[in-house]
């Protein structure tokens, strides 16, 4: 299972710890274990003074198609009170200390988009999808973007994205600010690797003080995770979320 996610230090991007996405026949769906792996990784890339940045990549064609749904039906029926292992993870994603960048081809669905709402830079292939279906699925935004996305894109663009589920090409999230560089899809993950290659170069006390001033506090951002995970949790368990991922996973 834990092979889904692969934990990579590239001898060529010295400095640089790779979370990659590795379920390509899933789409990269995120499973509960997949989440703890990714947990892990941004636990010991916190507390590792040799990593000095953090590189999240996706496959061929994919970065994620979101939570799997198998997974969400799971504990929706499950009755558990444990919050679910995909808010843990969007809490130690708001936590890193160290610099994020992600390298996005094809698809990026949900927690697929929402991510990169918490990565300090991101490369996008002039393919890519973005699109956060969650009021379809009867659920609601998560991750903090709900307070994020409307700091990055605006509100027009924010509730396009995450209330009405519009998708974004790669040029509008360019547009709205969500994206900080459209390449081909077989330069995304050079760009990527070249970007946290070039933050874990620099001067590590200087860029995680102009880091955290630029990002700012995160009290409101755990806060608002806080907020969000009330009621994507109630919602979750929710008869009509029940119906609409069953009617998902009759596709």
């Known amino acids: 299972m834990t092979d889904h996610i692969l934990i990579e230090r590239p001898q060529t991007s010295p400095g640089v710890l790779v979370i990659r996405f590795n379920r390509p026949d899933k789409k990269n769906a995120i499973t509960s274990a ?7 990784a941004l ?5 590792d003074p040799n990593i000095r940045a953090v590189a999240f990549l996706g496959t061929e064609g994919c970065f994620s198609a979101g939570n799997d749904m198998g997974d969400f039906l799971g504990y929706a029926m499950s009755g558990s009170k444990e919050p679910p292992a995909g808010a843990i993870f969007i ?4 936590l890193c200390e160290k610099p994020m960048v992600s390298g996005v081809d094809g698809l990026a669905i949900g927690i697929g988009t929402t991510l990169h709402m918490h990565c300090d830079m991101t490369v ?4 890519s999808l973005f699109k956060t279906p969650f009021v379809d699925l009867a659920l609601v ?7 994020l996305a409307p700091k990055i894109m605006g509100h027009q663009c924010a509730f396009a994205m995450l209330v009405a589920g519009e998708g974004f090409s790669a040029a509008a999230a360019h547009a709205a600010g969500q994206v900080w560089k459209v390449v081909e899809p077989d330069a995304v993950e050079a760009e990527t690797l070249a970007l946290a290659t070039s933050l874990a170069a620099k001067p590590p006390q200087a860029l995680k003080i102009a880091r955290e001033l630029v990002r700012g506090p995160r009290d409101e951002v755990l806060a608002r995770i806080d907020e969000e995970l009330v009621h994507f949790t109630a919602q979750l ?5 029940r119906a609409a991922f069953e009617a998902f996973m009759k596709r």
């Open 34 to 40: 997949m989440y703890q792996t990714m947990t892990a």
């Open 43 to 47: 636990t010991e890339a916190n507390s």
């Open 91 to 94: 809490k130690a994603l708001a």
């Open 124 to 127: 996008a292939s002039s393919r």
């Open 141 to 147: 935004p998560e991750a903090a973007s709900s307070l």
């Open 237 to 241: 368990k929710s008869p009509e979320a």
